[in-house]
């Protein structure tokens, strides 16, 4: 099964596709970023380039942090509404989607509900079979892959 996890920002935005089968292993992750600064054309970008990423890795199931309480309300509202035009794309697509909060994800990668960004690193690296240091770019990439563990971790103990 291919997984996205999703790890939704206002201007950057981190996914990580994984294959469960047999265990875990890497497809790509990166970082979806926007360019744009008006606020209708950046949730609009953001959605297209969600959307070309599904037409390329065809996932069957997506799963996505939920928001947790910011101290910036403007960051909060920011992300909230790019959140909504990314869950909005993903059920025009008919996935299914999982959505889980960030303590929630700690503590399936980690086993800590307040692990730090190292700590989840090193796990994802491990979960997926490679070395710490493969993992590179920006913690919204890493922390996706984290959403897309989680995601296959709640299937499997689903059934």
């Known amino acids: 099964m291919i997984i996205l996890g999703i790890d939704p920002g206002s201007t950057r935005i981190g996914y990580g596709v994984i294959l ?3 265990g875990l ?3 790509d ?3 979806i970023e926007i360019k744009r600064k008006e606020s209708g054309k950046l949730i609009l970008e953001a959605a297209q380039k969600l959307s070309s990423l599904i037409k390329k890795y065809k996932p069957e199931i997506v799963g996505i942090e939920k928001l947790f309480f910011l101290k910036n309300v403007k960051t909060g509202i920011e992300v909230a509404q790019t959140r909504g035009a990314l869950m909005l794309e993903i059920a025009k697509q008919n996935i299914p989607t ?3 909060s960030p303590s929630e994800i700690k503590l399936t990668v ?3 509900g307040l692990a730090d960004k190292k700590a989840i690193s090193k ?3 491990i979960s997926l079979n490679l ?3 493969e993992l590179k770019g920006y913690d919204d990439a ?3 892959l984290a959403v897309a563990i989680t995601t296959a971790a709640h299937l499997k103990y689903a059934n």
Do not use: H
Request: aromatic share 12%; net charge positive; no cysteine.
């Open 20 to 22: 469960s089968k047999n």
């Open 25 to 27: 292993s890497l497809i």
């Open 29 to 31: 992750y990166g970082t």
């Open 98 to 100: 999982k959505e889980y």
């Open 110 to 112: 980690a086993g800590y």
């Open 123 to 125: 796990m994802v690296a």
């Open 131 to 133: 070395k710490a240091s």
């Open 142 to 144: 890493t922390d996706a």
